[in-house]
């Protein structure tokens, strides 16, 4: 039996679009469900995980855009651009939130003081690994973005070029999955 390349057709196009549609709205509900929680911080809590999972979802789907780069394949130029200054946007709103929310997590008697007493080692190792992991994507997709426009389109002939963003895009995610996973693990031990 001939094997050749596997092209979707438009009903399996319907389908794949709604499954990333339907998995989207629900991976939302989580941190949109901060908006109700019965706390003085819920809008803060809210907008906080709304921009840290969009954040997530947008440098995840960019991973795939990374490995035809690492591998010296031509991407769609315009595209790429503005996925990357989407995630950019999207880290400096999880970082600025993040900084926001932190402030109840050092008040008084705030979640710092609760796992301090309980837990403590979680706050020294897990927290203070969040806060600085959590920092780096932003400045490694403003070095992506500033690759995209200052090379322009000639980033796809200069392999070395394209080879350091889509390394870029992998450590930026890498460093937002750490954050993100660390901030879940803290919210579910104590939330603000």
């Not at 897990?126 to 992991?133: I, P, T």
Request: net charge positive; proline share 4%.
């Amino acid at each position: 039996m001939p094997t050749g390349e596997y092209r979707h057709d438009h009903f399996g196009k319907a389908v794949i679009r709604t499954q990333i549609a339907i998995a989207l709205s629900l991976l939302l509900l989580l941190p949109a469900a901060n908006f109700f929680y019965p706390t003085a911080y819920n809008l803060k809590a809210g907008i906080h995980g709304v921009s840290a999972i969009l954040a997530v979802i947008v440098g995840t789907y960019l991973t795939h855009r990374a490995i035809p780069l690492i591998k010296g394949m031509q991407v769609r130029f315009e595209s790429l651009r503005l996925w990357v200054m989407t995630a950019t946007v999207l880290n400096l709103a999880g970082a600025v939130s993040g900084n926001w929310i932190y402030m109840r997590y050092r008040g008084q008697e705030g979640p710092r003081d609760w796992i301090l007493a309980h837990v403590p080692s979680f706050h020294n190792v897990l927290m203070e690994f969040k806060e600085f992991a959590s920092l780096f994507p932003f400045p490694l997709m403003v070095a992506a973005c500033f690759a995209l426009f200052y090379y322009g389109k000639s980033m796809q002939y200069r392999r070395d070029i394209a080879r350091f963003l889509g390394i870029t895009l992998l450590i930026s995610w890498s460093f937002l999955m750490l954050g993100f996973v660390a901030g879940l693990v803290l919210a579910k031990l104590r939330f603000v």
